[in-house]
């Protein structure tokens, strides 16, 4: 897991780790990979608010995915200051977890794809981790995903018209919102794949001296050199090769063609050693290539198809309609009907849109 993501003081990423199941899980940074486990249990529904039947009704009995956003002390990291995540965030979240995540693999993926290969155990906490030395955005403990900071989640409404400077702001607060927490989810899918049908060693060999382990954040920095030249897509990716292969899908995953790009332009600018005989985007496009590959004949599924598809739902939150199109304004609307912070119209809500 990418310990969801970035410390926001210290250069150092740290992982703290409690078992939670046994006999399943691969490793401590990933989502127990055992799909045919059922961690879903339904419960007093007398006592759940609009929001929790939501939650249990869709993704809890369609996903077998269990989701928590209610403060529980058994799910809170005793290294961290947590706080409870504010119901309107909570939903802002899911809302948007179901449209750029859950609905692009029930599009295009085969039937039963999503249940068995997706995250299982879900919490989330209003707070960053605040502790005595960092603040974590989040951690994987062994078998679930502990996102933190949800009450710091923006996703304004759309709007049919903008001024350049409230386009600007919207279109900031979503890709946020993307790198933070949906490219964590692509990210964990692909553990889980990986503990299922190892990804092959040619991946790894294409840059395996270059893995630092517990160094990863700090080595490119002294050395002042770009990871990208190296052939890795994030710092964190160079921790091993099960992030490299985790972090390369996620970002493949979520970001648009244009970003994508520059990135790719970015890494053939420099090789890392120097002596080495590929440049960063030699190595990362053969990387991809083994991936592609081994989407199809593992799991029968054509990567670029996902990618597509989930492209074309976040460019309708990244691009503003009058330089792409109005298909971006039907693209959101497809699912979001204006808003994320509402409940879907089967369900009655009293909770009020978030400004």
């Not at 909570?90 to 068995?116: G, H, I, Q, S, W």
């Not at 890795?232 to 994508?260: C, M, R």
Request: proline share 5%; net charge negative.
């Amino acid at each position: 897991m990418n310990i969801i993501k970035k410390l926001l003081i210290a250069p150092l990423a740290f992982l703290f780790v409690a078992p939670l199941f046994s006999g399943c899980a691969s490793d401590t940074d990933e989502v127990d990979p055992c799909p045919s486990r059922s961690l879903f249990m339904p419960r007093d529904r007398s006592r759940m608010t609009d929001v929790e039947h939501y939650i249990e009704d869709y993704f809890g009995k369609k996903y077998n995915v269990d989701i928590r956003y209610r403060y529980e002390d058994r799910f809170a990291s005793n290294q961290y200051k947590l706080g409870p995540t504010d119901e309107k965030k909570a939903l802002n979240y899911v809302n948007l977890m179901r449209y750029t995540f859950f609905d692009v693999y029930d599009k295009v993926a085969p039937e039963e794809f999503t249940k068995k290969h997706t995250i299982k155990l879900l919490v989330l906490f209003g707070t960053l981790g605040f502790g005595p030395t960092q603040n974590l955005e989040g951690e994987a403990p062994t078998g679930w995903i502990q996102v933190y900071g949800i009450n710091r989640l923006v996703i304004p409404k759309f709007q049919d018209t903008w001024t350049d400077e409230e386009w600007n702001a919207f279109a900031s607060n979503y890709t946020s919102a993307r790198d933070k927490y949906i490219q964590t989810l692509y990210h964990e899918s692909a553990h889980t794949l990986d503990a299922e049908h190892p990804v092959p060693p040619a991946y790894a060999k294409l840059t395996l001296a270059q893995y630092k382990q517990d160094d990863a954040f700090s080595y490119w920095y002294l050395k002042s050199v770009s990871f990208l030249h190296a052939g890795f897509i994030s710092e964190y990716a160079s921790k091993n090769a099960a992030e490299d292969f985790a972090e390369l899908f996620g970002w493949y995953i979520v970001l648009q063609p244009e970003e994508w790009e520059a990135k790719m332009q970015e890494a053939a600018s420099g090789r890392y050693p120097a002596d080495n005989p590929l440049n960063g985007r030699q190595i990362l496009e053969k990387k991809i290539e083994i991936i592609k590959e081994y989407m199809l004949s593992e799991f029968h599924i054509d990567i670029e198809v996902i990618r597509a598809e989930a492209q074309r739902r976040m460019s309708a939150l990244t691009r503003d309609p009058k330089y792409a199109g109005t298909a971006n304004l039907a693209a959101y609307n497809e699912y979001t009907k204006d808003d994320f912070s509402r409940l879907p119209a089967s369900y009655y809500s009293t909770i009020p849109a978030t400004k």
